[in-house]
């Protein structure tokens, strides 16, 4: 597959084959990638063409589903799942063991070519072997443009990609969505932030230009990481808004919620989110308002830490008021934002901070608060919560329980004055650091 005389927008998407062979729906980074994927497609600009790709672990080498491709991502991966199921494809998960010991203890290439089903690229490609798809290696050429936009420390392959790309002269774009594996490694295993450390150092370099979701994430990366002191960054503003509305799509386990009063946390149960801040105010809310203590949905997977699984293990304590939400769609989702009386987001650190401004892009006032780059989703439309005062949550939901009036306030001045933004608006500033880069790349 050669680019055209403008050159081809190459965008890798191989973390998205691993997540989807378990997943149904995508949450986090996985979003991201595919959102700014389809905008960026549906507006190519300078590019004659833009192309997903992914890295085969065992070929070593980035490949692309030929003509006509696999459509909007948006909608072909979500369906991917059950397409597996209908092949009677082997699900990936494999039991704790001495044989998974074994099996993990051969080496990768090795591994996915005796196993393909372990790797999600090997596997896709397997089941589209039996839905006729045509996939073959892609050339990069001194017009093109590679762009990273997810995870680039994941499986070592990045700096083996980007230099392919630079080889031929092509430009080289990476997203980076957060550095707190090196600013607070300590929120995570060791070995996470050793990772992380490698794939900067390793990929990082062959960056033409990096872009970032803050000026808080863009300083950092400054700050803990040397090899990205020499290359242009540039912040471009994550979308909040969706196209989605809210059409009943409530999950099950909510069915008896609508109407009532409850806060919406959406967030990965990880220590980092804060959850157990919440649980505390909830058990402090019970004891002040018992019956009439507004419910607490927490939207998100992930196993929580052990002082939050403590607390949940006490429902008496917050009167059985506080539901989990493991596997919810962007549907459902919608129309959990869509009922959502307040929302609430006490993250101790954040890149950026999404969810507080999907909460203000639909009108939901989100007490959160300001760690790393949250205050730039708004100056004055979130309502500031410390991160370890659960007396001052509790407080802060009890004076809107208490005053109405005041809670409507609220919303009314952020639907007045909160501006959300839209996929083909991130899509556009993006693609002008791509199409800048690709540019400069030719010059030279």
Not at 92 to 119: D, E, H
Not at 350 to 373: D, F, H, I, Q, S
Not at 423 to 439: G, H, I
Request: glycine share 8%; charged share 20%.
């Amino acid at each position: 597959m050669r680019a055209d005389k403008r050159g081809t927008l190459w965008i890798d998407i191989t973390e998205l084959f691993g997540e989807f062979a378990v997943a149904s729906h995508p949450t986090g980074v996985s979003r991201v990638i595919i959102n700014l994927s389809d905008a960026l497609g549906a507006e190519p600009g300078h590019f004659d063409k833009v192309q997903p790709i992914f890295w085969h672990p065992v070929l070593r080498r980035p490949l692309a589903v030929e003509e006509p491709g696999l459509g909007p991502l948006a909608s072909f991966f979500p369906a991917l799942r059950s397409e597996y199921a209908r092949s009677g494809a082997i699900s990936l998960q494999m039991r704790s063991g001495i044989k998974k010991g074994l099996i993990t203890a051969i080496p990768k290439p090795i591994r996915f070519r005796v196993f393909p089903y372990l790797n999600g690229v090997t596997r896709f490609l397997g089941w589209a072997r039996q839905a006729g798809m045509r996939v073959g290696p892609i050339e990069f050429t001194s017009r093109d443009c590679l762009f990273v936009p997810g995870s680039f420390w994941l499986d070592g392959y990045a700096p083996r990609l980007g230099a392919l790309a630079r080889a031929k002269g092509a430009a080289v774009v990476g997203f980076v969505h957060d550095v707190l594996l090196l600013s607070n490694p300590e929120w995570l295993p060791v070995r996470h932030g050793q990772q992380f450390r490698r794939g900067v150092e390793a990929f990082l370099p062959h960056c033409s230009a990096i872009v970032c979701n803050s000026s808080y994430t863009r300083g950092e990366l400054k700050k803990h990481a040397k090899r990205a002191q020499n290359v242009a960054i540039d912040v471009c503003r994550l979308a909040d808004s969706t196209h989605l509305p809210a059409n009943g799509c409530f999950p099950q386990a909510l069915a008896g919620l609508p109407g009532q009063r409850y806060a919406l946390l959406v967030s990965t149960l990880t220590a980092r989110k804060n959850h157990r801040l919440a649980v505390a105010a909830w058990q402090k809310l019970w004891n002040r308002f018992g019956e009439n203590t507004p419910w607490l949905v927490f939207v998100g997977g992930g196993g929580p830490d052990p002082m939050l699984a403590d607390l949940l293990a006490r429902p008496t304590s917050y009167g059985d008021r506080i539901v989990q939400l493991p596997d919810v769609d962007d549907a459902a989702l919608e129309d959990l934002y869509a009922n959502a009386w307040i929302t609430l987001y006490p993250s101790l650190g954040e890149g950026y901070g999404l969810p507080v401004a999907e909460a203000l892009a639909r009108g939901k006032a989100c007490l959160t608060t300001r760690c790393g780059g949250i205050g730039e989703v708004s100056t004055d439309l979130t309502d500031l919560i410390s991160p370890s005062d659960p007396e001052e949550l509790a407080e802060r939901v009890a004076r809107y329980l208490e005053n109405p009036i005041e809670l409507a306030g609220r919303e009314e001045q952020i639907r007045k004055h909160f501006r959300p933004t839209r996929w083909n608006e991130t899509a556009r500033a993006v693609r002008k650091v791509l199409e800048d880069s690709t540019l400069r790349r030719s010059v030279l």
